[in-house]
């Protein structure tokens, strides 16, 4: 089943002993297309910290809760990596990105504009990108659609856009997606 990442966000993080936070962004290898981290804000704890778990600890969500199990205590996710400062997200893995940065990023195909991306599907336990969400432009208005993400070219990072090798036709023959569903079965 695919999950879109917006339902991960705002997650109470179920720690072992008892609440730990809530999950405010996720950073993906832009290699392999794979959440790797899930940031977690600790505001629930008096030192409100902003840290960093590995996406593959996780267990099984608790989507009528909107809990994300870890098994780790409550003293342990605070005690993770630092997501403001960590040398992860820098000289560590320069492959780790924002999913809050990326949302937003211009799509271009061969022959013009494709419109934003709005979101990705994640393949939850393998935490993979499967598709990217995408809200076209003016061009084709009102058509939410579904990219994966073998059809990149290229990404331009200091841009904010993403290149496909698909022409605008291509574009309009792909999977179709609707927010009507909370879960996903392409």
């Not at 608790?62 to 990596?81: D, F, G, I, Y």
């Not at 990217?132 to 994966?148: F, K, M, Q, Y």
Request: hydrophobic share 40%; with cysteine; aromatic share 8%.
């Amino acid at each position: 089943m695919l999950r879109n990442i917006s339902d991960f966000m705002n997650c109470t993080v179920g720690a072992t002993d008892g609440h730990a936070g809530k999950v405010y962004d996720a950073y993906f290898d832009d290699e392999a297309w794979v959440i790797r981290y899930l940031a977690v804000d600790t505001a629930l704890r008096t030192e409100n910290r902003r840290v960093l778990i590995a996406a593959r600890v996780t267990g099984e969500p608790r989507w009528n809760e909107h809990l994300m199990p870890v098994p780790l205590s409550k003293a342990q996710v605070a005690e993770s990596p630092s997501a403001e400062s960590s040398p992860l997200l820098d000289e560590d893995d320069p492959h780790l990105r924002s999913v809050n940065d990326v949302v937003s990023y211009q799509m271009h195909a061969v022959d013009g504009d494709v419109g934003a991306i709005s979101g990705f599907l994640i393949d939850r336990p393998a935490w993979a990108i499967r598709y990217l969400i995408v809200r076209n432009g003016p061009w084709w208005s009102g058509h939410d659609i579904l990219i994966e993400p073998e059809s990149i070219d290229e990404v331009l990072w200091g841009e904010a856009s993403v290149d496909v090798a698909l022409t605008r036709a291509a574009v309009r023959t792909s999977p179709p997606f609707s927010e009507m569903s909370t879960a996903y079965g392409i």
